[in-house]
């Protein structure tokens, strides 16, 4: 048996810890044991549906209480997980159907589990001849014993998308989870007898499925999930689990830190108790360090520690977890001369002249090493900047893709993660910037975050609605464009302002024009379904 379902096992066999869902109108807890058993019926049935050792299966199902025993039966049965891509009430079905399709085909999927909301689409998934099973189906079955598992059995296939927009997976195994899971708990100094965890993250998304349903059902640790509806619906949902379960560990994006802030700033006094917070991590986008400030600050009132902020850098390839920023020393910003960081690619920290704040990722977690390396693999040294390449167990052995398997890592193991960036004297991780959206201009490297950050800093532009748009790439003198979302898109007057303010606000911060602005109603903007942003897909805005 590999470890990784080995020790999920005794888990559940041991471990008092559960997951609460159902939040905030039917609150269910359940036991991390209790789950097994359902999950032990739901191998059962889907035996009975043919489904066996190394068989992929998609999941397309919106609530935490389905999906954590039907992945587990789905490992028990040997099999990988995919989680689909959830179609919205503004989606094209019949695009979303054709989409799901090409990522069936491309993973061999033997079968989708289909649960609430997303029963309605059975029907046009089983016109295309996908298999579908539904949830209920799978909680009828009769429980029966796991299978044997092997350290390189693929455990998930985590969607992403390529640089074209075609699909693409991350091909997880047995071993990168059990690596993955211990390194993370280690680096966030978990307390298995006093820390619970809170997350609203998707669980099509990795932070959301490793980070906040897999690792505590592998390790034993005490979670309460909602689903990111609950909170889009209502953000302070958020701050009302922190204090109903004394919750001591969350993470987001920068985007959902930034509505908190906001919402808490308008909250009374006492209204929440954030005090036992000891992990209050962001990553899956760049960290804005104005807005972290910001939420500390709204925060205050509230009892949040300082302390509790952790930066944290990871990826789908990593399984997750790159680095995170040490517990208990909150959040650091490094300072350096923006001139010659964008110059000469060097991170020289000063106090004076044109400067640019960069916030530290912590050291690399446990059992992962990491390097700087140079157009010409030459590796650099401290506070050189270049192409950030990892090596460890945790880092997937390759991608699955529409023309076959494809690899991640080099002949050596290493991974390119495709970010710019730096270590410290500390060792601890600066990411600069993604390497295919720096813009070149004059031999400077100008990076879309500071770009974006500036733009976003026009009133009237919505919190993370600023795009920097890379043109004419790897001509000798590269441009750029930027796209604004804003409530006002339909006010001429407030246009010309935003633009022309946008305008400014970009030549203060990097000392050059775009070559355009667009301003665009809210919703325009494409992104991931994690809300990063999407550059590339972002340039027919602006032409």
Request: glycine content about 10%; aromatic content about 6%.
């Amino acid at each position: 048996m590999s470890r990784f379902t080995d020790e999920m096992y005794a888990t559940a066999a041991t471990s008092k810890a559960g997951i609460v869902t159902g939040e905030p109108t039917s609150p269910l807890r359940q036991t991390w044991g209790e789950v097994h058993q359902v999950a032990r019926g739901m191998a059962g049935a889907l035996k009975d549906a043919g489904i066996g050792p190394g068989d992929a299966v998609g999941i397309l199902a919106g609530q935490p209480v389905d999906i954590a025993p039907a992945v587990q039966a789905i490992w028990m049965r040997g099999g990988s997980v995919t989680m689909l891509h959830q179609p919205t009430p503004r989606t094209d079905l019949a695009h979303w159907a054709e989409e799901t399709q090409l990522v069936v085909d491309m993973i061999s999927a033997r079968a989708v589990v289909l649960s609430s909301p997303f029963e309605p689409v059975g029907p046009l998934l089983a016109k295309r001849g996908i298999t579908v099973v539904s949830v209920d189906q799978l909680r009828e079955g009769a429980p029966i014993d796991p299978v044997q598992t092997a350290e390189d059995d693929t455990a998930l296939l985590q969607l992403t998308s390529g640089s074209t927009g075609s699909p693409k997976a991350v091909r997880i195994t047995h071993e990168n989870f059990h690596t993955n899971s211990h390194a993370m708990l280690t680096a966030a100094k978990y307390d298995f007898d006093n820390d619970v965890m809170i997350s609203w993250l998707p669980l099509f998304h990795d932070m959301g499925m490793v980070g906040f349903l897999t690792t505590p059902m592998h390790c034993g640790c005490e979670t309460v999930n909602v689903t990111p509806l609950e909170f889009l619906q209502s953000p302070l949902l958020w701050a009302e689990l922190i204090t109903k379960y004394r919750g001591t560990i969350t993470s987001a994006p920068n985007f959902a830190w930034s509505l908190l802030a906001r919402r808490l700033q308008q909250a009374e006094d006492g209204a929440y108790d954030l005090s036992r917070m000891k992990v209050a991590m962001s990553g899956a986008e760049p960290i804005d360090p104005d807005t972290m400030n910001a939420l500390l600050e709204a925060g205050k009132r509230f009892g949040l520690p300082s302390t509790a902020l952790v930066p944290a850098y990871g990826m789908a390839e990593t399984t997750l977890a790159i680095s995170f920023a040490n517990v208990g020393e909150g959040m650091k910003v490094d300072t350096v001369d923006a001139d010659l960081l964008e110059g000469v690619h060097s991170a020289v920290p000063t106090t004076k002249g044109n400067l640019r704040r960069l916030v530290q990722l912590g050291p690399l977690v446990p059992n992962l090493e990491g390097r700087v390396v140079d157009n010409e693999g030459n590796v650099l040294g401290t506070r050189a900047v270049g192409t950030i390449e990892v090596r460890g167990k945790a880092v997937s052995p390759g991608y699955i893709t529409v023309e076959g398997e494809k690899p991640t890592r080099d002949a050596n193991g290493w991974l390119n993660t495709g970010d710019i960036g730096y270590f410290t004297e500390d060792n601890e991780i600066v990411v600069c910037g993604r390497a295919k959206d720096v813009i070149i201009m004059g031999g400077r490297n100008i990076y879309p975050t500071d770009i974006e950050r500036a733009a976003g800093t026009v009133d009237g532009v919505r919190p993370g609605a600023a795009v920097a748009v890379r043109l004419d790439a790897g001509d000798r003198r590269e441009s750029f464009a930027v796209a604004v979302e804003t409530k006002l898109h339909d006010i001429p007057d407030e246009v010309t302002r935003i633009h022309h303010e946008v305008v400014h606000a970009v030549f203060a911060e990097v000392g050059v024009r775009p070559r355009t602005v667009a301003v665009l109603a809210p919703g325009s903007i494409p992104k991931t379904p994690s809300g990063k942003l999407r550059r590339s897909s972002s340039a027919a805005l602006v032409k």
